[in-house]
């Protein structure tokens, strides 16, 4: 029997513990549309006339946005979420570790295995699927390291308009 191999995506030998900023897209089991109420509307943009915040999150897009919301407390204010977008079938974030106090100093006390990039979004995955009941996620996610200010306010801008772009997503699909 011939098993598919998932192409692995990630840097060989990159440590994601480490402070920096990384584009998120996590997307739901078989692409399905559970993120929005208006599952009808093809044209955000058009349709609503106007910003994302129209847009109503069904009670799966809330538990989401709730968990997004958690994580920097998880993390000890060591993660932030400065950015996410819930869309129809998947999400998109920007995620920073920052393991430095202000001053630059490293935090202090006994030394603690810095939370990884995979194990943030899996815990994220694990918490939103049990308060979902049911699998919400498909197994894995796309990362990119963000290099650079021009990358991130990149990623920040592909952020912000993508419910307005959403016809012309790759996730995107007529139901």
Same mark, same amino acid.
């Given at each position: 029997m011939e098993h598919n191999t998932r192409k692995e995506h990630r840097l060989k030998n990159y440590d994601y513990s480490q402070n920096g900023a990384y584009f998120i897209t996590i997307c739901t089991h078989k692409h399905r549309y559970i993120f929005w109420k208006n599952y009808d509307i093809p044209h955000v943009?058009?349709?609503?006339?106007?910003?994302?915040?129209?847009i109503q999150l069904t009670e799966?897009?809330?538990?989401?946005?709730?968990?997004? +919301?958690?994580i920097p407390d998880i993390y000890n204010d060591v993660v932030f979420i400065p950015k996410s977008v819930i869309m129809p079938n998947h999400i998109h974030l920007i995620i920073?570790?920052?393991?430095?106090?202000?001053?630059?100093?490293?935090?202090s006390g006994p030394p603690k295995a810095a939370p990884t990039?995979?194990?943030?979004?899996?815990?994220? +995955?694990?918490?939103?699927t049990k308060k979902c009941g049911f699998p919400v996620w498909q197994k894995s996610f796309y990362d990119r390291i963000i290099r650079n200010g021009h990358e991130y306010r990149a990623y920040w801008q592909y952020i912000v308009d993508n419910p307005f772009?959403?016809?012309?997503d790759e996730l995107f699909s007529q139901e």
């Open positions: 943009g058009a349709a609503f006339g106007g910003p994302p915040e129209r799966y897009g809330k538990i989401v946005k709730n968990e997004l +919301k958690r920073v570790i920052n393991n430095y106090h202000e001053c630059g100093e490293v935090i990039v995979g194990s943030i979004i899996n815990k994220f +995955k694990g918490s939103v772009n959403w016809e012309n």
